[in-house]
């Protein structure tokens, strides 16, 4: 692994292990996985509360971000919504159905 993907993954995780670790297997898949969330302004605890919406599941995860990647849905915003417990019926995101665009998406459209 570069210095800089270390030193982006260490930005991004602000010192918490298990954003480091989610951050470590983003990048593992690709890079720019890494960008888009420090584009996006999403550091932290706000990583890990992704990843654990996500069923704790690195590749739902990934399907989540590609979808937001696609235009599918914002992710300050979704990323905003994981930290309130009525997400669904305040923001009405479906990250089900988030997951499963992403999922859909052409290889060609992704970045892994």
């Excluded at 930005?11 to 593992?28: D, P, Y």
């Excluded at 919406?53 to 990934?62: K, M, R």
């Excluded at 997951?99 to 859909?104: C, I, L, P, T």
């Amino acid at each position: 692994m570069s210095q800089d993907v270390e030193q982006k993954i260490q930005q991004l995780s602000e010192g918490r292990r298990g954003a480091e670790r989610i951050c470590h297997e983003l990048s593992a898949k690709h890079p720019g996985y890494l960008d888009q969330l420090d584009r996006s302004g999403v550091y932290g605890n706000s990583i890990y509360g992704l990843w654990v919406f996500c069923d704790e599941n690195t590749d739902d995860l990934i399907h989540l971000l590609e979808a937001c990647r696609a235009g599918r849905a914002n992710l300050i915003q979704v990323s905003a919504a994981t930290r309130k417990h009525s997400v669904r019926q305040r923001y009405g995101i479906d990250f089900e159905a988030l997951v499963e665009y992403g999922k859909s998406l052409p290889r060609a459209k992704r970045l892994a």
